[in-house]
């Protein structure tokens, strides 16, 4: 397979093209795609395979259509879509602080995410639409704080991730506080949501998360190059004319949108914003932030993933955040064992 293709236009424009890049992500949209298919189609009334493509393509007998598009297809959209936003999220971290270990599990939004829910669940019993927002609001001031607090004539990586760590234990400790003054119902409730599921997931959970997608991933695109010029160093960057400090903030205001809305929509699903742009780097062997094949990744791995939880455990259904829990630790561990044998921490 040939590395690189330049494909050039009548008007003149040129486009080099990463043949395996394309493939990969051609392949991985496929690897969701099929995933899909069978997630819908497993429950407790199963549909075959292709029952379940032509009940999407509108073919389907009634009883068929209720279940595919009013009970299962919502829950597969927002694996998807949370998938994508997290493995896009996660590349963007993983981009800006020039660290594999800088994802949003690590750097603490998903905490953050958390407290904000936890705030709404104990103090204000609140409904899940309220919660959802609290965890969103959570999110986004944590964000804040850690770019604020890693300020110094600029951002950067080291500084951010060690920032992260620990903003991340400060939240995590306000957490438990807010557990241990909780009721046993409203703990257990909060126990439920940070485990991450989408159980009981449906159309309004649907429509915010595809409305976000639709407007920050052209976006984050569109500054694929700048990214991509940034790897060299905030000099070079500065030399070459992007403007590095405001590309950083936006793509940083971008990569905390999409980990809190994902957050808040499914609760904290751990380790697919750290596993899914790795995967997707050692796929495509190309160097750069590899944006697009980790939002394909980061969707393959949660629609698998949450098909493992409902079908690999007997009839013990488990919630989709658990087992990537247990996969990306397994990875993680993995990662620093490659990383400290490279020399690198």
Not at 20 to 36: D, E, N, Q, W, Y
Not at 114 to 130: R, Y
Not at 131 to 159: D, F, M, N, S
Request: aromatic letters at 6%.
């Amino acid at each position: 397979m040939k590395g690189n293709r330049v494909l050039r236009t009548p008007g003149g424009l040129s486009l080099r093209l990463d043949v395996r890049a394309a493939t990969v992500v051609g392949l991985l949209v496929l690897a969701a795609f099929a995933a899909s298919v069978v997630l819908i189609g497993t429950g407790d009334f199963p549909i075959s395979a292709s029952d379940v493509v032509r009940t999407l393509a509108g073919n389907g007998d009634a009883g068929q259509e209720f279940i595919v598009n009013e009970l299962r297809l919502p829950r597969v959209l927002v694996g998807l879509l949370v998938g994508a936003s997290l493995g896009l999220g996660g590349a963007l971290f993983q981009a800006l602080t020039r660290n594999p270990l800088g994802s949003p599990d690590v750097l603490g939004l998903g905490q953050g995410a958390t407290a904000g829910a936890l705030v709404m669940i104990v103090l204000f019993s609140g409904s899940a639409a309220q919660v959802t927002i609290g965890a969103l609001v959570g999110g986004l001031v944590t964000g804040l704080a850690i770019y604020l607090l890693a300020w110094k004539q600029g951002v950067h990586g080291y500084r951010l991730v060690l920032v992260g760590i620990g903003v991340s234990a400060i939240v995590t400790a306000v957490n438990g506080y807010l557990l241990t003054i909780s009721d046993i119902i409203d703990a257990s409730r909060a126990l439920v949501w940070m485990t991450g599921s989408l159980n009981g997931r449906d159309w309004e959970q649907v429509w915010p998360l595809l409305a976000l997608c639709a407007v920050l991933v052209p976006f984050v695109l569109g500054n694929a190059r700048g990214l991509r010029m940034m790897e060299m160093g905030d000099d070079v960057s500065n030399a070459l004319g992007v403007r590095v400090e405001r590309v950083r903030a936006l793509l940083m205001v971008a990569a905390v949108l999409l980990t809190a809305t994902a957050t808040a929509a499914a609760g904290p699903v751990g380790f697919v914003a750290l596993t899914a742009p790795q995967l997707a780097r050692r796929l495509t062997r190309s160097p750069g932030p590899n944006l697009l094949a980790s939002l394909c990744m980061g969707a393959a791995l949660l629609v698998t993933a949450d098909w493992a939880s409902q079908r690999a455990f007997g009839a013990d259904q488990l919630p989709v955040g658990v087992v990537t829990g247990v996969l990306g630790g397994v990875y993680l561990l993995w990662l620093l064992v490659t990383e400290r044998r490279a020399g690198r921490i």
